[in-house]
């Protein structure tokens, strides 16, 4: 199993930036793939960005071209950089992993994100 502990929400005004960090307690290295979600009340969670063990990516349309993921196996860390921030982006952030393909997503506990003058 994989525990994974998000940071690095907060608040922040529109056009703005902030990184999301995402600690994983095992070797990421091998996890098939690692994600960002994110969720407001009364939605369901959606993709926002996606990286794979062979650093393949996608994001969201809503996303292309201002968020950016990454991931530093040495530091079993996953990364959401977050550029041009719009109210819209408001949300709670979730870090997923997915071991295996096939596998269900194990998902941390959430990081909120709130853009706002």
């Known amino acids: 199993q994989v525990q994974l502990v998000e940071s690095g929400g907060g608040l922040v005004q529109p056009g703005g930036s902030l990184r999301l960090s995402c600690a994983s307690s095992r070797s990421i290295s091998s996890i098939a793939a690692m994600g960002w979600y994110r969720q407001t009340p009364g939605n369901q969670r959606e993709l926002v960005a996606r990286i794979t063990s062979g650093g393949n990516t996608n994001y969201a349309d809503s996303v292309k071209g201002r968020f950016s993921i990454s991931r530093d196996n040495a530091k079993n860390t996953v990364y959401l950089q977050m550029n041009s921030l719009k109210p819209e982006d408001t949300a709670v952030y979730y870090c997923?992993?997915?071991?295996?393909?096939?596998?269900?997503?194990?998902w941390g506990q959430g990081t909120q994100v709130t853009v706002s003058s």
């Open positions: 997923s992993a997915r071991i295996t393909w096939g596998a269900p997503l194990i």
